[in-house]
């Protein structure tokens, strides 16, 4: 699945480039896009199923940076899903130009214990 | 009261300056530590009141931009307080230049019913 | 014109809605979209007329709070604009309520003296 | 080293804790203290030897949430360092309890040509 929006002007730093940090809220956002597209957005998951999507693990290698103005695309990937985890993987382009790859972990949680639960079974289905 | 602090390079953009958006939550800080010295710290008051304080107004003036590196300081007043609001001044300065001043209007709510509540009497205090 | 998107889940705080110092982006977004449909990107500005356009004043009047999954449009309004500065007025709606009101002063300055300049020709045609 | 501080309210998301992406801003305030600490200030290192410090690399797990008001320790060392390339390793605490483990990893570029430069001297000498 592909994500994709255009560089906001506060996402700058003073390197004259997005700052880091902003790729994390990029992939959230990709991964919203992608919960949208399944007819399931989070704000409904969170409500309907009682749980929070909770993120355990993040890395991302930067190859290249975005500038102000740019329009990335992220082609996003549900890369694993077990009993209680499930993974993404991410790759954002400009153009053709490999910006940056990542991958995400993460498990639901019971929004009233804070325990880690099964993946509920709409999610589950998602994996191919 | 002063608050102050240096500036992240995170809250920079890329016309080199602090992103405006900043200042917002400069003054948040600066309404946090004012609350801590008074004794009664926002995270106390959210618990133990069961009340949010929520923002109902908002104005800033910016007159020179604060730069990466820069140790700026906020003189924060509580200006005004009556029976359901209360308002704070601020003037952000780095060394005596003035940088900006920016003013905000607060009121408190339940936070289980979203409802306007009187300011407690506890906070009531603190404008003599 | 009107700017519009849905709130990302980042975009929250622990009062389980849109932190006040996001509308200040929106509002800047909205400037964004505003001088894209304008033919006249902001990167462009940049560039080629080698001006940074500064915030000199903001002001927001907050009524209603928005939350995650909320779809929100902001009306926006070139209101003022004269030799050397130029104003936006925003009406942030969801569905037909309205969530917050405000107000940005701007001027344009050289990148490289960083002096406030007369608003380019391009700009100034925009007010009506 | 040990960097400390109070989670701001604007760091925390609907979920009640703070926003993952805030952790990426944590280790750069650490390893601006860091070089703070060893008498470099990075806007020092930007402007004396004209370089920009870049993230190649982030990789963060996170154990437990941090909350507002909680004040967090962050464990930081400079983990490797060579000729082109190196890496600061994190711990954030919550008192003794570990809530998230990080990595970095980073190049210095020269400002002007954006290509990667060797570690300056004043830098390598800090890998004990």
């Known amino acids: 699945m592909i994500y994709s929006r255009k ?6 730093d003073a390197q004259g480039i997005v700052h880091h940090s902003n790729y994390a809220r ?7 896009f992608f919960l949208e597209q399944k007819g399931m957005p989070y704000e409904k998951i ?17 190859k290249k940076p975005l500038r102000f103005g740019d ?6 990937n549900l890369s694993s899903m077990d009993r ?9 382009y400009l ?3 490999i910006i940056a790859e990542g991958k995400t972990k993460h498990a639901c949680i019971d929004r009233k214990t804070g325990k880690i ?5 709409v999610l589950k289905q998602w994996k191919n």
């Open 7 to 12: 560089v906001f002007f506060y996402e700058t």
């Open 26 to 32: 990029y992939f959230e956002e990709a991964r919203g």
């Open 46 to 62: 969170r409500e309907e199923l009682n749980i929070d999507i909770v993120l355990l693990e993040l890395s991302i290698h930067y």
């Open 71 to 76: 329009v990335f695309s992220i082609h996003l």
């Open 84 to 92: 209680y985890f499930f993974s993404f993987d991410y790759t954002v």
């Open 95 to 97: 153009g053709k130009i």
């Open 117 to 121: 639960v099964t993946v509920p079974q």
